[in-house]
Every structure is written in C-alpha cells, then in structure tokens.
Nanobody, 122 residues
Framework: VQLQASGGGLVQAGGSLRLSCAVSGRTISTYVMAWFRQAPGKEREFVSITWSGGSRYYADSVKGRFTISRDIAKNTVNLQMNSLKPEDTAVYYC?????????????????WGEGTLVTVSS
C-alpha cells in the first residue's frame, strides 16, 4: 500500500488549500484514513480522521475550518482547509490504519504518505 500526498503550498492567512492523498495497492474502504501534521520542532499531531462508514472527526484546532472527505472512485482522501492561520504551517501527512480507539495516536497507523508542506504567511 502506498500513499501519496499532494496539494501543499504557500498561502496567505485566511486563504484555502486542498490536500489530496492518493492511495494505491488497496481500496481506501479497507482503512480508517487520517491526516496528521508536524510543525518545525514539534511532534506530529492529529488533524482529522474519516471512517469507512462516513463518520469524521477533527482536532479542536481545525474544527469548523477543515473538511475531510473520501473519493471512493479515485481512491483518494482529501482535506479542504479554509481560513488558514499561520499556526497551520506544517508538513501534512496522510495515514491509513485499522479501526482503533486511540485514533489520534501516530502509532495506530500502518501506512504513511511522504508529506506535503503547507506554509501560511501572516
């Protein structure tokens, strides 16, 4: 299974970006799909998750601004990011893994993409 994240870039505060995670080797319906991010000097942190049944969950820091979605036909998971803030600056990673109660934990996930850099200027 391979994950390829894309869509990062430089944007001004208040702007929007759409990240995509293309999955190959297995259908995304098999997995829980999540996004994490890692800012310079900080640990990787949970951003959002979507379960195969369609439920979604967000970190408090992005709730109301970010939307995660699945495109089954394209075997892709997307993260629409609106009202971006400088503190959203980080490398964003997509991840795939099994159902788990500790879904905000990095250790739960079996597969990771390489990451895509998002920079939000003030």
């Amino acid at each position: 299974v391979q994950l390829q994240a894309s869509g990062g870039g430089l944007v001004q505060a208040g702007g929007s970006l759409r990240l995509s995670c293309a999955v190959s080797g297995r259908t995304i319906s098999t997995y829980v799909m999540a996004w994490f991010r890692q800012a310079p000097g900080k640990e990787r942190e949970f951003v959002s998750i979507t379960w195969s049944g369609g439920s979604r969950y967000y970190a408090d820091s992005v709730k109301g601004r970010f939307t995660i979605s699945r495109d089954i036909a394209k075997n892709t998971v997307n993260l629409q990011m609106n009202s971006l803030k400088p503190e959203d600056t980080a490398v964003y990673y997509c991840a795939a893994g099994p159902i788990s109660r500790t879904y905000t934990s990095v250790s739960v996930y079996d597969y990771w993409g390489e990451g895509t850099l998002v920079t939000v200027s003030s």
